[in-house]
């Protein structure tokens, strides 16, 4: 298992970069998770996680270049390391056997 | 992006500072996007809402997750920690009323001290944005002698802007009304600069299309023209780029457009229109033509002492070859829009910072008998810290901390009261000023004032947090505490007993006057509420000088034309449907004050009682039927009294109570006194005596006033009253059409119902109320507060006393006498002195009667005293409570 447990928001906004692909950025994030997830995400909150992911060598980030309509401001492009995929799998596979034989017990509670 | 359409630039710098550089970037970046994105689709308004709450979480994020960093790393730069905060923040919830008392005192502490020190900078020297803007100046006349400015300035403008070496460009301007008509539409009165073309270099703001006013413009006889703003240019041409070349009429003059400019643009106060000042060649004789003001841009290097120092003497010169007009007048050259005469004075500095501080120093001591309180009942643990390795500005730090927390909360709650009341406050203030709000003058609180505050809530916070700590860890009262087993050795000394009796003092000289303000504005409130003031409209007509007559007309003949334009006007707005009454007057009934200097004759063989505020007012035709006053004795005007030789008045019956003492006053006289004292006017007879409107309330129940008959030509201002069936508001558009049919030169102004004339006049009433009984409740709380820490101190300190009198027999009675004796000195002592200072102002002011006066002693002092009582009843309790056995056997 990673040293770095990942929480939830976290795995969300990895996942949310993986669907983006090359040059995700604040804004697209907050809108991919909203978008798939139906929750008001604060664009903060997004940035702090992605300090988080980067500290702990799950995200690699790099300025893109300035445009006009973001007033000359350069982008925060981020993407997804090995490691971050690495421990994205770990989360899925510790979650999935977490849910493992559930379903019947689940089927029985109202 | 436009002005409205751009992200607040407040919240972009503030993301700089508080980010690390490369997010920042990053973050206003997308913020950026966010807006354009919001502003398509919740409008700018929301959008910019949105930034600012976006901004603040990014701030509150990264402000967090800096603190947990530090936690991680066990690392404390400072002495003071996140812990140490948030043990502040948990104080507060532990000692709530120390917390509401001194937040509160601190909050409108600071909330008016950064008041303050925004509006004196704008009173002083505000800052214009215009290029160089600091270098624009006005030169004002002041006349010593009839105590006012004087603004028929023509003749000293020439001069200066011939002779004067120290200004780059003199201009002047003066402001106009005229109606603008734009093909079929409706007119619409428009506030007009009339001015030289030199306001627009000046200015230094190049023209957004076409050209600004050029100096051929001045000459007289050339042809009318106009510059328009930008939101003239949006609103009435739709932004059209051919606006240029185009023609308007402006009252009855077709005037060609030459120029449109840039949005924000209103100078030289807020003008969105601009026409040439035509001045005569040959120029002015001393103090003659129209009133104006005086601009101009000082040259480069030439200070403003330097400027004034040069109109001095110019304007000696003109005083020698004409002493009669300049003999007695004072140039002054002030910063513009503000009241600066030059280098930043002394005066000016204390003036600006001086109030705030000793308003933040009075709520200091008040709060730092509290926090000091507080400290002296935490003496035990303090102890315990130090004993166990804390070391003195560890233990400093934290109480700093504790305080910095309460100061903080204050500061937010008083800057944003602060903010409020001052967009409240201030547009309220030019709402009434015909050129509006100034281009220099935005609402609201500065960036620079909340730094300045912020500053002075941790310079309060100091002074609050460190003094207590400071005493309370010194070696002699750690040394104490060890002898004394824990017990309490703080004391209030003689300054903060003398805080205390000064405040409860000041107190007690508030109550009578916030009494006397709050029932005198309800008392009001009530008898105005009584008269149907809903149900007039309030039209100020005026017509266009020079539109109403050819040049030649003779005065009488000017005048004939105006009073029949009016009638015509008066008579189409009788025909509407749900008008029920029109009339005039120079002001309605609730309008304000407009009082002369009179004597009125009681008694035939008695001499003439000088009056000096009898109000007055010149009524038309129908005036009193409109509203509904009765004539109770005597007659009405009829025609043949708005002759000019005519010499009668009608009174009310507030005027008889006054004078008469109730009795018929028909038959009797009034007079006016002359200027500077000279010859009184003739005599006025009084004809007939009218029920009391109610729109005036004083204590006699209504002002006493004295109607003059008038003729609308005859009348300035003319103020037409409407009474109509309907919602007043909604019968103006109708006024303004059958205006225009009338004469295009008629213009109409400030169309509101009486009722929100009159609620506008009562505002600052309403508002010294309130914040007088504000002030009172908050000292009345601060008082019982600081009695309530003198006695929780007392007690403390006398616990092992209180409890072995307790066992050695001393009754409940004895130990409460003992306990409360202090309080009540101390209250008494403020008390009396509170009372001195009132006796004092009683004696000095014959109008106060004798009654009144000793009530308002009686109830301040028992005021106070019940709340010097419900104060110790805490503190009393505890002391009840204290188990002999206990005492006996920490001793």
Redesign the interface.
Known sequence: MSRHALGEFEQMVLLAILHLGDGAYGVPIVDEIQRRTGRTVAPAAVYIALRRLEQKGFVSSWMSESTPERGGKARLCVKVTRAGVESLREARRALDGMWKGLDPTLRTIR | MTGTTR?PALARRLIERALPA??A??????????F?RECAALGARRARQRYWR?AL??V???AM?GWRDQRRGDVMRIGMSWLDLKLGLRMLGKYPGLSIAGGLALAVAIGLGAAWYDLSGDIFRPTLPLPAGERIVEIEMRDPVGGGDERRLLHDFTVWREHARSFEDLGAYRTIERNLVLGDARPEPMTIAETTASAFRIAGVPPALGRPLADADERPGTPPVVVIGHGIWQRQFGGRADVVGQTVQLGRTVTTIVGVMPEGFTFPVNHRMWVPLQLRPSGYAPLEGPPIRVFARLAEGTTQVQAYAEVVALTARTAATSPRTHEHLRPRVLAYGGESPGDRSVLELAVTHLPIVLVLLVACANVGTLVYARTATREGEIALRHALGASRGRIVAQLFAESLVLATLAAIVGLAAANAALKVGVTAYYSGAPEGMPFWIDPGLKLTTVLYATVLTVVGAALLGVFPALKATGRRSQAQIRNMGGQSTLRFGGVWTTVMIAQVALTVICIPPALGISTEALRDRQIRDAFPAEEYLAVRLELDEGAAAAPDDTRDAVNRRLEATYREFERRVAQEPAVRAVTFADRLPGMGVAVRRAEVETAPDLPPVFVPNLWTSAVGPGFFQAFDVAILSGRDFHDGDRAAESRTVVVNEAFARRFFGGANPVGRRVRYAGGDGGTPQPWLEVVGMVRDVGMTPTDLGEAPYVFHPASAAATRPLVMAVRTETDPEALAARLRAIAAEVDLGLRLDDIRSLDAIAWQVDVPMVVSAVAIVGIVVLGLFLSAAGIFSLMSVSVARRTREIGLRAALGATATRLLAGILSRALVLTGSGVLAGNAILGLFIAIEPEIALADALGALLLTSVVMLAVGLLACLGPARRALRIAPLDALKEA
């Open positions: 992200p490369g997010v970037e990053a973050v206003v970046g997308d913020l950026n996007e966010l354009a976006q979480s990014f509150w994020h990264f997750e």
